[in-house]
């Protein structure tokens, strides 16, 4: 049972213009070093810290099946869940390729695969064999939806215990941009057809169909769009409520959250519906190519750092983004003053 009081503290503000004014001391001209000096900023009043770490950052890779496959909507059978992520076991996915590059404490957990994995590199949290068809039926129970987001707040703490400065989360699960395309719908109150793209890639005539069946989804399955866990149960995804829970976590702990994707970013609304004050230790790392990230990115009140056009999930644009919240990081550590360098201050 998910029953936390979600008491996540507020931002250190003071720090933060602490490091504001100290910033302004470093050898270089007056906000010379635009968003990187707000970066740095704002990961002070998150961690309360003067000089803020990030390093190591973690990665959790949240995997679970959705039973709205059965609609057709994805272009790719539900065994790649399984596939994809022996594939991260094994280290040759994209998510793999970016954490090895950066440092990362990397961790996969099958919240909710439909098949059973053995591997002692997989850590077992299933609360079900995959969602149910949310086109026919709730995706969930409320109580799965809160084990769900209680595995992830656990997985969250457990990595953090383990040493992460940051936290990435990231997702596998053939057919979640539908899910996540009608929570958002019901967050958003904007109009499917803006907010659902092409996922991994279906034709045009399996796109207009992926519409219809969430307008319809939503018809009969009729969630409360002021009651989040009740959202998620109905047409949501475990990995989305997964990911959920391990931003509460973080945020409870004043580590900041690297916001992912489309997907990512749903779960993060999600978490800010929980607890606001949450989405005061999100960091959006980049604008995805779904059209419904903006949306999202703009209902969580934050900009993205980069846009690459990217869309495979996982976690991987965090992972990219992840270099340049370090670099504000280590702009305050380790750049000179004026005064110990005895550079002239014009300011």
């Known amino acids: 049972m998910f029953n936390h009081s979600y008491s996540v503290p507020k931002l250190n503000k003071e720090m933060g213009q602490q ?22 900023i704002s990961l002070a009043a998150m961690k309360g810290e003067a000089f803020p770490s990030v390093t190591p950052p973690g990665v959790l890779v949240f995997a679970a099946d959705h039973g709205i496959t059965d609609e057709g909507v994805s272009a790719y059978p539900q065994e790649v869940t399984e596939q994809m992520v022996r594939n991260f076991l094994n280290g040759g996915a994209g998510i793999n390729v970016f954490s090895r ?3 990362a404490l990397l961790e996969i957990i099958d919240i909710g695969v439909t098949s059973t994995i053995k591997d002692e590199r997989l850590i077992d949290k299933k609360v079900r064999f995959g969602t149910a ?71 045009d005539d399996t796109f207009e169909h992926k519409i219809e069946v969430i ?50 970013t749903v779960a993060a609304l999600l978490a800010k519906e929980i607890s606001q004050a949450a989405s005061d230790y999100m960091i959006i790392t980049h604008q995805s190519a779904e059209p419904g990230h903006q949306v999202a990115i703009s209902l ?19 992972t990219i983004a992840y270099p340049i919240i370090q670099s504000a990081t280590l702009m305050v550590k380790e750049m000179a003053t004026f005064d110990t360098v005895g550079v002239l201050n014009k300011q």
Do not use: W
């Not at 009140?301 to 965090?318: C, H, S, V």
């Open 300 to 318: 969580l009140g934050n900009k993205p750092l980069i846009d690459l056009g990217l869309r495979l999930g996982e976690g991987t644009g965090a």
């Open 133 to 203: 068809n949310f086109y026919q039926e709730d995706a969930m129970t409320r109580k799965e939806a809160e084990d769900a987001l209680e595995v992830g707040y656990q997985q969250g703490l457990e990595i953090i215990n383990k040493g992460a400065k940051c936290l990435i989360l990231g997702e596998m699960g053939i057919g979640n941009t539908t899910a996540s395309g009608a929570i958002l719908a019901v967050l958003s109150k904007a109009e499917i057809d803006s907010l659902v793209g092409h996922g991994t890639g279906i034709a």
């Open 19 to 40: 490091v504001s004014r100290y910033i302004d001391t470093l050898t270089k001209p007056l906000g010379s070093l635009g968003r990187l000096e707000e970066l740095a």
């Open 215 to 264: 307008k319809q989804a939503l018809v009969k399955r009729n969630p409360n769009p002021k009651d989040p866990v009740d959202i998620m149960a109905k047409v949501g995804g475990l990995e989305i409520a997964g990911m959920t829970g391990a931003m509460l976590a973080a945020a409870s702990q004043r580590v900041p959250i690297l916001v992912d994707g489309f997907i990512c």
């Open 101 to 103: 590059q950066i440092g």
